[in-house]
């Protein structure tokens, strides 16, 4: 091969592998701009009310079973506590009450988002008793000598002591009692108060009562005697991830979350 021929093939064999490359780059490129992009990992911050605690830890795990990138993390305490924190700026994404009257506080000073709000769960107010005791079989027997401390929630911040606080009153036993009352922050410190034998009864939730193994229901509040419970939740106006919120409010009114919330006493609405 003489040097011409030889320079010509060295040319053709660079130029080819020049194209080679070329290719190559443009195919990796190609498939890198039409690759799915991973789903943006968040993190939901969930304000519940306290009664709500056993039942939403539950159903974590069923809804990040199905949204692996989204992490729930949980603030449970009074409604009117948590109300109160919304309104001063906690950063909260989902706020489920015990009560109208916290949700609608928030509605009115326009920090929800629109059209996110609905009814979720309704509950029954009972009269507990530590375990061991028999002595009290009902809400009458609260006015006798035997009791003399009764744990409610305070009824300025606690849907569940609001709605105790209506129950008395129907049954016209409320100015007898006040004297007893040792209200308490929020419908569980109730149930503590009660489990450790530190008041004689106590008025909770039915969930919360299933919830202990150390007290017992001697009575259950006549439905018309208290406003209707009901547990609204909605997502607020300036959530940082509110597409992930509304996935997550869906997914309580879901067959799997259902099946939790029966599990522990709670009623689902028919919205």
Known sequence: ???RRLFTWIVWMVAAFLVVVGCSQITTQNSSNTSTPEAETVTLTVSAAASLQDAMEAIAPFFTQQ????????????????????????????????????MNA?????????????DL????????IPKD???????????????????????????????????????????SLESKFIFAKDVRQVLSYVETGNVEAGIVYATDAKASDKVKVVATAPTDSHSPIMYPVAILKDSKNPDAAKEFIEFLSSQSAKGVFEKYGFRMTQN
């Open 133 to 175: 005791r028999t002595d009290i079989s009902n809400f009458k027997d609260l006015t006798g000598n035997k009791v003399s401390k009764i744990a409610l929630g305070n009824p300025d911040s606690v849907p569940a002591g609001q709605y105790g606080k209506e129950v008395l009153t129907s049954l016209k036993l409320l100015k």
């Open 1 to 3: 091969m003489n040097k």
């Open 106 to 118: 928030l509605q009115d000073k326009e920090l929800l988002l629109a059209d996110t709000r609905k």
């Open 67 to 102: 949204k692996p990138n989204i992490t729930i993390s949980y603030n449970f305490g009074s409604s009117g506590a948590l109300q109160q924190q919304i309104e001063q700026g906690a950063p909260v994404d989902v706020f489920i009450s015990a009560a109208p009257k916290q």
């Open 121 to 128: 769960l309704t509950n029954q107010v009972v009269l507990i």
